[in-house]
């Protein structure tokens, strides 16, 4: 009799055996990782952002890393760290003062009267629209003042209040980027060699990552911030009260890729039109559509298409998806997954799609 072949060998049952414990092992890590997650991602992106300045610093240290990688997250501390607390809390007490100021003027009836002589200003064909006849504009735009307001000041007083959490954060985040300064490369280079793919589709996708990085950190977190810090400076100019706060949320609305900023001086220059006259007013709208707007509509697809090379439809979903599903990382998140889909589409098609027939190879 022939022996019976077992229906488990020996190298199979050792390959399922490995890989459910690598994939428990890995499991429990993410819950090890997760109340860190934030701080490692920040720290993952502040490298990226600061790693052409560590390159040079690194070269001025003779490639002692230790040294480079301090320098680095030491000027991470003093020009990206301590910057951005300060103006998240007078970002905070701003946004607690609109929230008081816009109650005042509730009570009061100054802004209803602000309104009215908005209403004043349109022609009889605008104000018989449907949308003036039965929505009560007055009370949505009161309400959405007073909640933006409200809920940015929670939110970011939440975050600045729980000083134990920030700072061990912090702390995380530091120590993080210090570690990716010095060690980045050789991490990277090792996730990429655990990959089962071939060298030339490790260096594609490996290119087409550090392309989406870079493009959606500099094509969008680097104009958001600039067209939020020219609002807060054209609102402080020009005398629109609580710069700080406007300008820090045309940042966060800069991302979006609908509206953006001008969903902020817009407004902004309408108020300044019906409060200060005119000409204040023009002036504002003319600075938010020249210095702020203007240049997004170039600079982003711009930057974003040439390193990332995502058409615009997809890039605006991946966006907006990015933004409902991870919040502030989603813009970042979302381009990266469509890059990865379409890296793997692209080795779907090298590998499967476009192998060479076996008549014409015989021929």
């Known amino acids: 009799m022939k022996p019976t072949t077992p229906l488990i060998t020996r190298p199979y ?4 055996v490995f890989f459910a414990l690598f994939l428990f092992l890995l499991y429990q890590l993410m819950h ?13 992106i502040l490298t990226l952002a600061l790693y052409p300045i560590h390159k040079r610093i690194l070269r001025m240290v003779k490639d002692r890393k230790d040294l480079a990688a301090a320098c680095t997250t030491l000027l991470a501390v003093l020009l990206v760290i301590v910057p951005a607390i300060f103006l998240l809390s007078i970002c905070v007490s701003q946004a607690i003062a609109l929230y008081d100021w816009t109650s005042g003027e509730i ?7 602000l309104w009215d002589n908005l209403l004043s200003t349109l022609s009889q064909k605008i104000k018989q629209h449907p949308a003036f006849i039965t929505i009560d504009i007055r009370d949505v735009i009161v309400k959405s003042v007073g909640d933006v307001s409200s809920i940015l000041a929670s939110q ?13 954060n912090l702390l995380v985040m530091l120590i993080s980027l210090f570690f990716l300064l010095k060690n980045g490369e050789s991490y990277y280079q090792a996730f990429l060699d655990m990959l089962p793919f071939a060298s030339e589709h490790k260096h594609s996708i490996s290119k087409k990552i550090h ?21 807060g400076i ?32 817009i407004p902004g220059a309408i108020y300044l039109f019906l409060v200060n006259g005119p000409l204040p007013g023009i002036l504002l709208g003319l600075w938010g559509f020249i210095l702020v707007s203007l240049p997004d ?14 058409p615009t439809f997809f890039l605006f979903i991946s966006i907006l998806g990015g933004l409902y599903v991870y919040g502030i990382l ?17 080795i779907y098609k090298t590998e499967y799609l476009h192998q060479p027939d076996t008549e014409e190879t015989e021929k």
């Open 13 to 16: 049952f050792f390959a399922v």
């Open 32 to 44: 090890l990782i997760a109340p860190f997650l934030s701080a490692l991602l920040w720290a993952a």
């Open 107 to 113: 009570q009061s009836g100054r802004l209803m009267e």
């Open 156 to 168: 970011i007083g939440a975050f600045l209040k729980n000083t134990l959490i920030l700072a061990v």
């Open 211 to 231: 392309g989406t990085f870079t493009a959606v950190l500099y094509g969008v977190f680097l104009i958001a911030v600039m067209q939020g810090v020219l609002t």
């Open 234 to 265: 054209g609102f402080a100019l020009f005398g629109v009260p609580y710069a700080v706060f406007w300008g820090f949320l045309a940042i966060v609305l800069a991302i979006l890729p609908v509206g953006g900023t001008a969903l902020v001086w």
């Open 297 to 310: 509509n170039f600079l982003k697809p711009l930057i974003i298409g040439k390193k990332a090379n995502i």
């Open 330 to 346: 989603g813009v970042l998140f979302g381009p990266l997954i469509i890059t990865l889909i379409t890296a793997f589409v692209e």
